[in-house]
């Protein structure tokens, strides 16, 4: 012992020599890390995800200007001037979109340019065309997908609202509440989506405020699944122990301790719930219950431009692009910003 | 795994009473009467309304309700058919909406699994690029636009496939709609297939299986798919779903005179009572699918069954 004592003693202030001092300036702080940058960054990479983002922005921007330069209304019928086939300036030169349009009748094919025969039809522009009453279809497409995107923010709206609501208050109260709860939820869940909306439409008139109440009974069950799931998950943690135990009530853990940590979550979870939105106004206008006349929506000028599909198919080719552009975009956008949010989801 | 089960029935049994008592109430709760005529007395109104059990106590009237949705009398229609009992409608038009369904699931099934399979296989190929691409497509365009444009490019310009349905040529009539259905079940079991195979080519036993020396063919067959596939019957309540909203639409674009078209016609022409029996049985076929769903995923994993019995 004494021995060791001995060993570990002295050193010699000769026995060290200065090298220099490595200067630590406050200047260079550490990258920060942060989350939203850093899931940003994922999202760019993610190509579809971010084509669609693109998409998206043209399709709202077309919205929102489209139905003010093209110089028509929505509900303005042009005398004269039905089934005319897209013209649009310039692009007529290459023979594409040049009004003229092919029918197939019993004599064979007859190929015909209405503009030629309106007076004072060569200055006359209609991008998609008009339908059989002789409104201006692209008015018509860009007002329609206004109220399609207007029910896509209603279902976020509602699943944000309602949706995480519900689901958060039942898992934090678990026990009695839970289950009575969950068991309402199921016996809601049971019931075909479909049946709800039709029995609806039923009592009240077809329109969008039917088209919304129907999305309110049914769209927000998925939402109020994972937001209980996580609130299980969450309740049982330290920092929620901790804002207990400094006296904070119920409301203050579920909405302002819980919320905040689950809320990214479930913000990209609810883009899920637009497509399928979408998807319902315009299944419904197209088995007919959709909004009414003059109104239009991408599924009723679908819808309206069936029954014209053999004979002037440019009617239903623009609505139904549109249609299916803004369901895959907000589709891939939704799978791209989960799998940002969360890597190890990817693929799932 | 009794308890369980018997939870599940249960709520089954009260989801169909409550849709019944929903229809009950919203029947009787539509203006107008059957016997509105200005023609009869006050002494044969009454007379009728006793004939049809109309004077009764409202609860007898509904359990009468429920006996008779449950034995399959829908009472008649009053638009689309005057008079005739809807299930003599049912009765024709059913079997051509099964079978097209049917189909449907079939060919989605096989060409999703091959997908998929083929997918997983050449992890990160084209191959793999394809069938992630098919499938993301498949699930968010709607069937209906796909089913548009079979209907113009196959049916109206090639006129490989009839554009209507013809009652004289039923399969040949059918093939259109089949795919348009189809489209939505293959892309999900294709993207699902994909996600569970290269979860369990990934595994252990996988690896000594290989390393035991079992052939390519057997490998995959029977030791990756079969344990890849057990998960699959999740997805059969949305399959389910996908197809009933899909017939309607696919019905109406090539007019099968199928099951869902009668919904539409009923929906069209304010049919009430037509429009009460579809949605009993269309709604009753969503609890049967999900009462099976939810107790076959009981008896393969146990976890299920667990979380079932103690709400924590």
Known sequence: MSSADEEVTLFEPGDFDFLGRVEYSAAEPLPEYSRGREILSRLSKNKGAAVAFCCIVLITALAVIGPMVSGYRYDQQLTGRDNMAPRIQGVERLGLFDGVETIKT????????????????????????????????????????????????VAVLIDMLFGMGYGLVSGYFGGKVDMCMQRFVEVLNGIPNLIIVTLLIIVLKPGLTSI???????????????????????????????????????????????????????????????????????FLAFIGIGIPVPLASLGSLIADSFKSLTTHPYMIFFPVTVLAALMLSFNLLADGLRDALDPKMKGQ | MKKYILNRILIAAVTLLFILFTLFVLMSLLPGSPF???????????????????????????????????????????????????????????????????????????????????????????????????????????SYVFGLGLSYSLGFRLKWFPMLYQEGSPFRSSVLPTLALCLFTMAS?????????????????????????????????RHALRNALIPVITILAPLVVSLMTGSLVTERIFSVPGAGQLLVQGIQANDYSVIAAMAFIYSSLYIGVMLVVDILYGIIDPRVRLIQEEPS
């Open chain 1, 106 to 153: 019993s004599r064979g094919l007859n190929v015909v340019n209405k503009y030629e025969k309106l007076e004072g039809g060569e200055n006359v522009y209609h991008w998609f065309g008009t339908d059989v009453l002789g409104r201006d279809l692209f008015t018509r497409t860009w007002t329609g997908t206004r109220i399609s995107l207007f029910i896509a923010l």
């Open chain 1, 212 to 282: 919304i109440l129907a999305l309110m009974m049914t769209g927000w069950i998925g939402m109020s699944r994972v937001a209980r799931a996580q609130m299980i998950k969450l309740k049982e943690q330290e920092f929620v122990l901790a804002a207990r135990t400094l006296g904070a009530g119920h409301f203050f853990l579920i909405f302002r301790e819980v919320l905040p940590n689950i809320f990214a979550q479930l913000l990209v979870m609810s883009m899920f719930s637009i497509p399928n939105a979408i998807f319902s106004e315009a």
């Open chain 2, 36 to 142: 509105n005529d200005e023609r009869l007395t006050p002494e044969q109104v009454v007379v009728l309304r006793a004939k049809y059990g109309l004077d009764r106590p409202v609860l007898v009237q509904f359990f009468h309700y429920v006996k008779n949705m449950l034995t399959g009398d829908f009472g008649v229609s009053y638009a689309i058919a005057v008079n005739v009992p809807i299930s003599t409608l049912l009765s024709l038009r059913l079997p051509v909406s099964m079978r097209i369904g049917g189909q449907a699931i079939l060919l989605g099934t096989l060409l999703g699994l091959t997908l998929g399979t083929a997918a997983a296989l050449r992890h990160n190929t084209i191959w793999d690029t394809l069938g992630t691409t098919l499938s993301v497509i498949g699930v968010s365009v709607p």
């Open chain 2, 189 to 221: 079991i294709s993207r699902f297939t994909r996600t569970e195979l290269l979860e369990v080519l990934d595994s252990d036993y996988m690896l000594f299986a290989e390393s035991k020396g079992i052939d390519g063919f057997n490998l995959i067959f």
